[in-house]
């Protein structure tokens, strides 16, 4: 088979839920070491999108009865012009530059997606007004709802609330909460007593350097060092993922995805009566930065534990939402 005869035509033929590898043909080309080394080029959570956006565009193609692959620069226009009252700016982007990916995998030159018809599409798109939904921040209070509202000992109730009061306490993103391991924890002795967690790569951190945070033990209602100790000992799990599926009986399944998090939250926030809003799995990160700013904490610290760099515009635009009164030349005595 030549490398771009992978078309939608063919792959109508294979089960839904079956798609092959992201890097398609190619593979059957490559051995195993050089396919482990293309998969490490990208992040898990940036690999696990890709193979969405696949199947997605595929899904689009079969009910447009069009070829995604190999594309024309019209379809891609089209594609984009389809979407733009449905979906965000940076999911079309995405969309895209993984399209783009897909041809480069697949060796097909010239590329559709980076022609000057399509360049001038994403162009018109950036300069589209912004809509932005941001994520509502989970501050301390609608965490105690939430838990008051998840009570019990079901290990479905354990998972969430330690998911919930873990993932707000790190202010991580929700896809390297998800990819937190037991051996990433690390019970420290000296000082204030927690965990050392180590956050094995991110999304500014690529290359899997990692990272150090910490995951205090409070002794209040809402202490993560508790209800993650609860949520590993009920659940048996001494290795691998720490964050789990538990299915309708009770049984813990696989690690979950970055996605689960916002679902679990979600339902949580629905159960507690919260009111409603743009909640998403962003919501804890969101949270952190903005309850710890209220309580007088630096940018510096802050971006600290969430992997900010301190001088970005995300972490100031929370903190400013959080104390409006604060380094503020309004506020400075007797000018009014």
């Not at 593979?27 to 080394?37: C, F, K, Q, S």
């Not at 802050?302 to 903190?319: E, F, K, L, N, W």
């Amino acid at each position: 088979m030549e490398v771009h005869d992978m078309t939608t035509k063919e792959l109508d033929t294979i089960p839904k839920g079956s798609l092959p590898s992201v890097i398609g043909p190619i593979d059957e080309v490559l051995n195993d070491d050089a396919r482990t080394l293309i998969r490490g080029s990208l992040s898990e959570s940036t690999w696990r999108a890709y193979q969405s956006d696949r199947e997605i565009l595929v899904e689009w193609g079969r009910a447009n009865r069009v070829e995604v692959l190999p594309a024309t620069p019209e379809l891609v226009a089209n594609y984009i012009g389809s979407m733009v009252e449905v979906l965000a700016p940076s999911t079309i982007l995405r969309r895209v530059a993984f399209w783009s990916w897909w041809h480069d995998a697949q060796g097909i030159d010239p590329n559709p997606c980076r022609s000057t018809m399509v360049r001038n599409t994403l162009k018109g798109l950036r300069r589209r007004p912004a809509t932005p939904h941001k994520a509502r921040p989970l501050l301390t209070a609608d965490l105690v709802e939430i838990l008051t509202a998840t009570p019990g000992e079901s290990l479905q109730a354990l998972r969430d609330r330690a998911l919930l009061v873990v993932g707000l306490a790190l202010g991580r993103r929700r896809s390297e909460l998800v990819a937190l391991n037991m051996e990433d924890l690390q019970w420290l002795n000296h000082g204030r007593p927690g965990y050392s967690v180590t956050i094995q790569r991110s999304k500014t951190d690529q290359e899997g350097e990692g990272q150090t945070v910490f995951l205090p033990r409070t002794g209040s209602v809402s202490c993560p060092v508790r209800h993650l100790e609860e949520w590993i000992r009920a659940g048996a799990i001494t290795t691998g993922a720490i964050f789990r599926s538990v299915d309708q009986y009770g049984k813990v399944g696989e690690r979950l995805s970055d996605r689960s998090v916002s679902v679990i939250l979600k339902k949580a926030t629905e159960r507690a009566g919260l009111p409603e809003g743009h909640w998403s799995g962003h919501s804890l990160r969101a949270g952190f930065v903005t309850e710890t700013a209220r309580r007088g904490a630096s940018t510096r610290s802050i971006a600290r534990q969430t992997g900010h760099s301190p001088t970005s515009p995300v972490i100031h635009g929370y903190i400013r939402l959080a104390t409006p009164d604060k380094d503020n030349a309004v506020t400075t005595e007797g000018w009014i």
